[in-house]
């Protein structure tokens, strides 16, 4: 890689910025003025993807890029997200894979210049973070200059401290979160949560816990220990697994009658001795307010459909209020389940609950 004297001093300063701070908005604001520099660009944006389910968030230091704000309606026509896909690592532009005329034919490009705000050409490169976890880190020029293979070859000489940078801030967040957690629930009175040592053993239980659990569970559902049965194998099952393989596991989520139960293993931190878990329990009552957050996401036919669901009406019962067919109302929910980056409705109940009564 060619690099002149200034740009490895710009290279330089990019390396010192990923490492400024454990919080990644800090992090990738400390980074841009050089980064865009290095890169050649007049904007960039990261976004987080988790591949299982799919869902992804878009990180953009300095002004805002306006299409991102709807890039929900637009990821079947990123035309770069599947070649970037294919070959982790490596810079994608769209002069790779596009004529001029072609590209200019591009909903990306013709949404960009109706918002005014023209993103003439894009690179953009996938990081893999971890198992289930990539990043898509793209940039952008406002003027017809293509990117070249020199701008292509700044990038990826900086992939492996992009990479990095990601793993540490989440590693710590991770970190801080269970440092952080008990003191916090003691605060609260309403906190329900246990405090168990594996091998299973319950240390701490909290008032409102004692009553969940005693509404939640018979005594037969209990385990020798105490605790719900059901909550010591899927402990079981975590303590066995890596970092990765927990992702998907950390939460117990049941669809009652009376409303939305579930538990969250928390793995907190400990120096030596066995490992301690936090299992934080909320109950969630059904027919909810859809909160203004997620309401701000849908169109104004979501969140009819929105609303109905938290009243924890099916499909049908839904159709019939709005005057739609069935499969239009799925179409609906499976919009809902996308923007909000729920994965079902018992997901959706449980974060609508969340946002109107934070716990």
């Not at 406002?142 to 900086?158: K, W």
């Not at 018979?218 to 719900?228: E, K, M, Q």
Request: charged share 25%; net charge neutral.
């Amino acid at each position: 890689m060619n690099f002149n004297t200034r740009e490895l001093t710009v290279r330089d300063n990019v390396i010192k910025a990923l490492n400024s701070s454990l919080f990644l908005p800090q992090v990738l604001e400390a980074t841009r003025t050089s980064m865009l520099e290095f890169v050649q660009a007049d904007a960039m944006a990261l976004c987080l993807m988790h591949t299982e389910p799919f869902d992804f968030r878009w990180l953009v230091p300095g002004p805002r890029i306006p299409i991102l704000d709807g890039y929900v309606e637009l990821v079947k026509h990123d035309f770069l997200r599947d070649p970037i896909m294919a070959r982790p690592n490596v810079p994608i532009r769209d002069t790779q894979l596009l004529s001029r005329g072609e590209y200019e034919r591009t909903i990306i490009y013709q949404r960009s210049r109706e918002l005014d705000s023209p993103l003439e050409h894009i690179m953009a490169v996938l990081l893999p973070i971890r198992a289930g976890l990539v990043g898509a880190l793209a940039f952008y020029r406002n003027e017809p200059r293509p990117f070249s293979s020199q701008n292509a070859s700044a990038v990826t000489s900086l992939n492996e401290h992009l990479m990095n940078m990601v793993r540490n801030v989440s590693d710590a967040q991770n970190l801080m979160t269970g440092a952080n957690l008990l003191d916090e629930l003691y605060r609260r009175d309403d906190s329900a949560f246990l405090v168990v040592e594996h091998p299973i053993r319950e240390t701490f239980r909290s008032k409102h816990a004692a009553t969940l659990l005693a509404r939640w569970f018979t005594a037969s559902d209990l385990d020798s220990s105490g605790i719900p049965r059901v909550f010591k194998e899927r402990l079981d099952a975590l303590v066995g697994m890596d970092a990765d393989a927990r992702r998907w596991k950390l939460e117990w989520v049941v669809n009652h009658s009376e409303g939305i139960r579930k538990c969250r293993f928390i793995e907190l931190p400990t120096a030596d001795g066995p490992q301690r878990w936090a299992l934080v329990l909320n109950e969630i009552p059904h027919s909810i307010p859809l909160p203004l957050e997620m309401a701000a996401k849908l169109t104004r036919r979501e969140v009819d459909v929105a609303t109905f669901m938290l009243r924890n009406w099916d499909n049908d019962q839904i159709a019939g209020e709005i005057g739609r067919k069935v499969l239009t109302v799925k179409t609906h929910v499976r919009n809902i389940f996308f923007k909000l980056k729920v994965d079902d409705r018992a997901d959706f109940l449980y974060q609508a609950a969340r946002l109107n009564r934070p716990v």
